[in-house]
């Protein structure tokens, strides 16, 4: 299974590409939305994590994107953002996001968050 990252902070894209390559899955990260949709576009993908927050294109921009792709449109995305209020959730969630995850956060629980997502979407196609 292959994860996009964006993320505008490098480090923490460095950190989730450790995370999520020690548990077993392949990384494409980017800096920015822009980038992260060509690179999607380019290479694919099977899951998605994205910041909101981001210059360019912002994580909620897209998700909208992807939502609206044949190619990705039931690829499972989680926002990982530092907003922790229940009305940005609440518009996560409404524009199609599966999972919301709140910084900082807790690498297991990332990891098995992003796992049922996985076990979910085998299980649809």
């Known amino acids: 299974m ?16 450790m995370i999520f390559i020690e548990a077993g899955y392949t990384v494409s ?8 949709w060509e690179g999607l576009q ?3 993908a099977d899951i998605a ?17 992807i939502r609206a792709d044949e190619r990705f449109k039931e690829m499972p995305v989680i926002l990982l953002t530092a907003r922790k209020g229940m009305d940005e ?5 409404e ?12 690498n297991d629980a990332l990891v098995k968050r992003v796992k ?3 076990q979910a979407f085998l299980k649809n196609e």
């Open 89 to 93: 959730r609440a518009k996560g969630l």
């Open 49 to 65: 994590v994205l910041d909101i927050n981001m210059p360019e294109m912002d994580g909620l921009e897209l998700l909208d994107l």
């Open 42 to 44: 380019k290479n694919g």
């Open 2 to 17: 292959k994860i996009l990252i964006a993320d505008d902070d490098e480090d923490l894209n460095d950190l989730l590409g």
């Open 95 to 106: 524009r199609g996001a599966d999972d919301y995850i709140t910084k900082p956060f807790d």
């Open 116 to 118: 049922l997502l996985e």
């Open 29 to 36: 990260a980017y800096s920015d939305g822009k980038k992260a």
